[in-house]
């Protein structure tokens, strides 16, 4: 079992930056690969980005490559998401997500096993 707590999420202006931050218990991180995902009031939840285990390879939804970045610290076992340029539509809320198979690539929901509660991100224009 792995307890994901996210944290780092407030309300900002449209363009400054953010970095969320999500912690790990009960497991080490070093297995996992992990992921962000958002959802804005009345969407489904979308991905955002995705990790691999060893933090090599990073994947990113199109609309957002550039902006966000996603990095992982397997000793700290903690994942981070850097987000540049906020703009009004990044309000959501944000979860970080960990997947005991280790692929690349994974950008759907079913595909990871464990959930945060998520941390709000509000962007005012």
């Known amino acids: 079992q792995v307890l994901l707590v996210e944290s780092g999420g407030g309300l900002v202006q449209a363009g400054v930056s953010l970095r969320l931050s999500c912690a790990a218990s009960g497991r080490a991180l070093s297995t996992y690969t992990m992921g962000w995902f958002r959802q804005a009031p009345g969407k489904e939840r979308e991905f955002v980005a995705t990790?691999?285990?060893?933090?090599?390879?990073?994947y990113y939804a199109d609309s957002l490559k550039g902006r966000f970045t996603i990095s992982r610290d397997n000793a700290k076992n903690t994942v981070k998401l850097q987000m540049n340029s906020l703009k009004p539509e990044d309000t959501a809320v944000y979860y970080c997500?960990?997947?005991?198979?280790?692929?690349?690539?994974?950008?759907?929901?079913?595909?990871?096993?464990?959930w945060g509660q998520g941390t709000q991100v509000t962007v005012s224009s």
């Open positions: 990790i691999s285990w060893s933090g090599y390879s990073t």
């Open positions: 997500a960990a997947a005991r198979t280790r692929g690349w690539g994974m950008t759907t929901a079913d595909e990871y096993d464990y």
